[in-house]
Structures are given as C-alpha cells and as structure tokens.
C-alpha cells in the first residue's frame, strides 16, 4: 500500500536559519510522482514541485532546494536562510501510480519561522 | 492560461441544511477533478474524483455526494449537513498530456462551518 509520513508535525526556527522538511514514501510502484505543496496561512495550496520516480537529480530553486534518494525513499525539502513569509504548512505527496493518479497526502508539517 | 475557481469563499449553515459547492475550470479540457475535506489542523482528504463527464468515484462513504454535469465544472452537494461537514473544503484539477501526470492545481477554498 502506498503511503507517505511526514513525521514532522509541527518546526519553529528563527529567521535565516535552515530547515530541513523530512518526506518518507512507501510504494510498490516502479513509475510514480513525488509532489510538494505550501499552505500559507490564506488556506489555498500552492505547488512547489513534481518529482518523478526516475529522476533522481536533486533540484534547487531560489533558496528552495529538494533532496531525492530512492534507496532511502525519502523527498526531503530544504529552505535555506529562512523568512518569516515560509511559515506555511508544507505537504508532501505520492501519485497512486494507476491510471487515475490520486495523491496519497503526507499529514503535513506546519512551518514557524520567528523573526 | 489555466484558472480554478470555487465559490463560496465562507459558508455558514445550519444542522440539516442542504449544501452546494461548485468549482470550475478555465483553459484547459478534459481536466480530472477533485473534492478534498481538510479539517483544522489535519491533513487533506479526498472525497471525490472525476475523469469525465458523470464519471464520479467517491472514496469516503458520507452524506456528501459529487456531480460533473460539464466539462469542467465539479459540484459538491449535501441534502442534510452534519456538525461534523465543518471544515475547509478545495477543489483541485490536473491533466494527463502524452501519458505524463501533471501537476494538480488547488482553487481558493470554501470554508464550511455547520452550526
């Protein structure tokens, strides 16, 4: 069965600190999409990125970057030199991997980052 | 360019009410559409999913149902709401080009309260 922890629920940091989201995934799978989502304070998810199972290069955008390690099945999401505007709750996510590609939704880690 | 759209933003409603939320797309065809149910705090939950017109697949039972009389347009009904309907609820869509999963897109919400 699929399944995703984040096992995080809740991080406080003070600004310009590093943080590190933890995203473990379970599936049998061998083609599946791994996601990141934001939920800032307003409630409207916004997506950050899509992984898919045979790309393993690690990503970096702006101080956003994303770890992949299939051998530990882990999607880890980093936030280097924090700011107040990250605190948002982050989801991490799995597609279903059949042909209607529903989400399986990690629980969520909600961000505070301290002035 | 590809917009979702859910109205209403805030809905207030009594025990026992009947409840409609409707969501649209714009810019793009053929879209799969979702209801997902988040409570304070939690995680999201899938309700409803639909890959075409009158194509709906619940996969929580509850006294919610789902239809899809167009296209692009997803609408979530209660005949009798419950204390426990209260949360926030979002549509999202995404679309399956050349056999690639893209991304799903979230619309603003509908925060439901039943007193």
């Known amino acids: 069965a699929q399944k995703v922890t984040q096992a995080q629920t809740e991080i406080s940091v003070v600004e310009k600190e590093d943080v590190t989201l933890d995203c473990v995934y379970e599936?049998?799978?061998?083609?599946?999409?791994l996601f990141w989502y934001k939920q800032p304070p307003s409630g409207e998810l916004v997506f950050l990125i899509r992984?898919?199972?045979?790309d393993e290069q690690n990503e970096i955008s702006g101080r956003y970057s994303w770890n992949f390690q299939k051998s530990t099945s882990s999607f880890n999401f980093t936030i280097t030199a924090s700011q107040v505007v990250d605190s948002a709750v982050y989801f991490c996510?799995?597609?279903?991997?059949?042909?209607?590609?529903?989400?399986?939704w990690g629980a969520g880690t909600k961000l505070i980052i301290k002035p | 360019s590809q917009t979702i759209h859910q109205w209403p933003a805030t809905l207030v409603q009594p025990v026992g009410s009947p409840l409609s939320l409707e969501c649209t797309v714009e810019?793009?065809?053929?879209?799969?559409l979702y209801w997902y149910r988040q409570a304070a705090g939690r995680g999201l939950q899938l309700l409803f999913y639909?890959?075409?017109?009158?194509?709906i697949s619940s996969e929580v039972p509850q006294n919610l149902s789902a239809s899809r009389p167009q296209d692009r347009q997803f609408i979530l009904s209660s005949k009798k709401l419950l204390l426990s309907d209260s949360g926030f609820y979002l549509c999202a869509y995404d679309t399956i080009l050349a056999g690639v999963l893209n991304e799903q897109f979230f619309g603003p919400g509908t925060r439901l309260t039943v007193l």
């Open positions: 992984r898919n199972s045979f």
């Open positions: 599936t049998r799978d061998t083609t599946y999409y």
């Open positions: 810019g793009t065809s053929n879209p799969n």
């Open positions: 996510a799995l597609s279903k991997g059949d042909s209607n590609y529903q989400l399986i």
């Open positions: 639909s890959v075409g017109i009158g194509q």
